[in-house]
């Protein structure tokens, strides 16, 4: 049993549609987004059902499923296809399936992020607060938060090319050259 998270509610149907020609039963895919779970109700039906094994694959947004729903009856797997620029909206998603009741030992999480892209320059900064946030709290940083949503031109422009390093290079030549 597995969950997807995609941003993008056009990508759900889309989703489904391939799974259901790769051989999986369209009965066995649930979306849950603020279009076909319109209540909370509908939502804890949609929650009930996945944990009683009707729902195999669950399809849906962090706005609407990640938080308050339990989706944790025998989840193998959560799939971010669209990665959150949030880390906590990531944790609540995971939290989804990990959870107290799943039987399973382990939770495979897949994060989907393209190399040069803003997804992943984000997913990194994300990963960067994350652990320095994590540091704070354990008591084992003594940094002080600065700027540290602040992104220059020159990081962003490096984060988005082909070749990351080689651009970090050919930046750090410029600027020694000016």
């Known amino acids: 049993k597995q969950l997807v998270f995609a941003s993008n509610l056009n990508l759900h149907d889309k989703l489904k549609d391939e799974l259901v020609k790769s051989g999986i039963p369209e009965g066995e895919i649930l979306i849950v987004n603020g ?31 990640g938080e308050g729903l339990n989706f944790n009856k025998g989840t193998s797997d959560i799939h971010h296809l669209q990665p959150a620029w949030n880390a906590l909206a990531i944790d609540q998603g995971n939290g989804r399936g990990i959870r107290q009741g799943n039987d399973l030992d382990k939770v495979n999480t897949h994060y989907y992020l393209t190399k040069g892209t803003v997804d992943a320059f984000f997913n990194q900064k994300i990963l960067d607060k994350r652990g320095f946030v994590n540091e704070l709290l354990n008591g084992t940083s003594d940094k002080m938060l600065l700027d540290e949503g602040n992104i220059s031109a020159e990081e962003m422009q490096i984060a988005l090319a082909e070749n990351p390093e080689q651009a970090r290079l050919l930046m750090e030549k410029k600027n020694q050259a000016v």
């Open 35 to 65: 279009k076909t779970m319109k209540t909370s109700d509908d939502r804890l039906r949609a929650s009930d059902n996945y944990n009683s094994g009707k729902y195999k694959i669950v399809i849906g947004n962090y706005e609407t499923m």
